[in-house]
């Protein structure tokens, strides 16, 4: 029985950080339709900023953390600003392959400035915590917390603030949402510095757990397309949920099968899902 | 006085001109019907008014202030509101989040401060919590207000997006065939909610091709047909007209 809660829990911590790059992956989508395939290199980017600023400047992991996401959450705005503002309006592909593009652009910079090598964060909180049965670092333990509060945040954000609103309105109703006066540019500058915050929160709380270097996010990536479609696109709920229904499938699926073969049980639950129920677990029918 | 004023209005697609050289103006105070057969060009003049297109030529001033080009989130806080033809409301929400979103859609006060909750926003909130309690009452959907927008019929989703419409205190409201799709009783109910937002100051241009709705409604009636205007006046007048008579209502009388 322990080794399913051991792998439970190292499933639903997993899961965690699936949930939290797949929450802004589909906020970016449900409000501007962009697939933003960069979302994954802001995730390596944010590992990066932490990493140097805890490393070089010696602050504090959280503190580091932090300051990740507000940098990111500036590089989101400027690259909805420059990339995907001036395609809007034009056919759906043209934003398709604006991402495409500034994913090689982000993924080789990195391996340009930093080199490919892999980098490694000093230990922080590596003592072990064992309760029933079940061990974990303490790290692992605080991730997942800080990952919680995360999504606990956004949610309350999203749900019950002015500018929650108006993202939820422009998501439901682009025209209704003009006719009220919102304006759309900012709510995508807004959506776009959200969702690089989360995706650089996740990269930095990942990289102690494991190693930082240029093609870390394309993993995460294929995993949190993989989630959105499986919730639904656009869809917040289903974003957290399917991130928790994929970590654990794969951490189950590893402690009783084989760790080889992950991503393929992780992948056949999406097809089964979406087999059963096209628009995801928590899409809209589309009309 | 004149509240919106169009001069040599002109949208072409490709080369061909929907909107060819429009000119009216809308008094305060008035309920102004625009018709015209299918392809006339109606819809198009809702949009580039409201700044969903962008003119090839010509002018837009509402208020004595030159609108053209504005985007259509500054246009609704010019204080022109509008309807869609398919009704653009938040189905996800309740009625009453609707228009609490709506009376919401721009504060004085910016997002920090919501955030913060301070109290020149709180202030806010209160006063649009009242507003889109006022307005759902106005409209008649009070006791309808916790059901979902989707979930509601089609006579109270109409009237659903004339309230998120009216949300913004617009001076002139647009409606794109508010009764298309309605029967009789619900089209007259439709109608004395449409003299009671005039009522309240509120200035009305409709698209409708109900003639007798028409005739019921509008004191002046202004005609399009290919992306031309060929008529204005009363309902009498354009109906004596032999361009009207012929385009619009091909060939037959009215009356």
């Not at chain 1, 393929?264 to 589309?286: I, N, Q, T």
């Not at chain 2, 979902?148 to 998120?164: F, M, S, V």
Request: contains cysteine; proline residues 3%.
């Amino acid at each position: 029985m322990s080794i399913f809660f051991q792998q439970l829990i190292n499933g639903i911590i997993l899961g965690s950080v699936y949930a939290l790059v797949a929450l802004g992956l589909t906020l970016i989508y449900g409000i501007l339709h962009v697939p933003n395939f960069a979302h994954g290199m802001i995730y390596m980017l944010g590992a990066y900023v932490s990493y140097f600023l805890v490393v070089e400047y010696h602050l504090n992991f959280f503190a580091a953390v932090g300051l990740s996401m507000i940098i990111m959450a500036g590089l989101g705005v400027v690259i909805e600003r420059v990339f995907f503002r001036p395609v809007q309006g034009a056919s759906r592909i043209n934003a398709f392959i604006v991402a495409l593009s500034l994913l090689i652009i982000l993924e080789n910079g990195a391996v340009l400035l930093w080199g490919a090598e892999f980098r490694k964060f000093p230990p922080l909180l590596d003592q072990q915590v064992s309760f029933w049965g079940i061990s974990i670092t303490l790290q692992r333990l605080l991730m997942t917390v800080a990952t919680a509060l995360l999504i606990l945040v956004l949610h309350f954000f999203v749900q019950k603030t002015l500018v929650g609103r108006t993202i939820r309105a422009v998501g439901q109703d682009r025209e209704a949402a003009l006719l009220i006066g919102v304006n759309p540019n900012r709510v995508g500058s807004m959506v776009f510095a959200l969702g690089s915050a989360l995706a650089a929160a996740a990269g930095s709380l990942i990289g102690p757990i494991f190693l930082v270097h240029p093609h870390m996010g394309m993993a995460p990536l294929l995993k949190a397309f993989a989630i959105i479609i499986l919730g639904g696109m656009g869809s917040i709920p289903g974003a957290i949920l399917g991130g928790l229904i994929l970590g654990v499938i794969e951490g189950l699926g590893a402690g009783y099968i084989s760790a080889a073969y992950k991503d393929l049980f992780a992948f056949g639950a999406m097809v089964v899902v979406l087999s059963v129920k096209p628009s995801g677990l928590f899409g809209r029918e589309e009309k | 006085m004149t509240l919106l004023r169009v001069e040599g209005l002109t949208k072409y697609f490709h080369g061909l001109a929907a909107v060819q050289e429009v000119n009216f103006s809308i008094h305060l105070g008035e309920i102004v019907g625009l018709i015209g057969p299918n392809g006339a060009g109606k819809t198009t003049v809702f949009n580039l008014i409201t700044g969903f297109l962008k003119p090839t030529q010509g002018k837009i001033i509402f208020r004595n202030e030159e609108i053209t080009g504005l985007f259509p989130h500054q246009v609704a806080r010019k204080g022109i509101g509008r309807t869609f033809q398919a009704t653009r409301v938040f189905e996800e929400e309740t009625l009453w989040q609707n228009l609490i979103t709506g009376c919401h859609g721009w504060l004085n006060s910016g997002w920090i401060q919501g955030f913060l909750k301070t109290s020149s926003f709180m202030k806010e909130e209160r006063a649009s919590r009242q507003k889109a309690a006022e307005i759902l009452d106005f409209i008649g959907l009070l006791p309808l207000k916790e059901e979902r927008a989707k979930n509601i019929p089609q006579y109270a989703h109409k009237k659903l997006a004339i309230a998120l419409a009216l949300a913004t205190e617009p001076q002139v409201l647009l409606l794109d065939e508010p009764f298309s799709g309605l029967n009789t009783h619900e089209a007259e109910g439709i109608m004395s909610l449409i003299h009671k937002i005039c009522g309240q100051g509120v200035t009305i241009l409709l698209i409708e091709h109900n003639m007798k709705v028409v005739k019921n409604l509008c004191e002046r009636i202004i005609v399009l047909n290919f992306g031309q205007k060929i008529a204005e006046g009363s309902f009498h007048e354009i109906s004596q007209e032999p361009h009207v008579i012929e385009a619009y209502l091909g060939g037959e009388s009215v009356s």
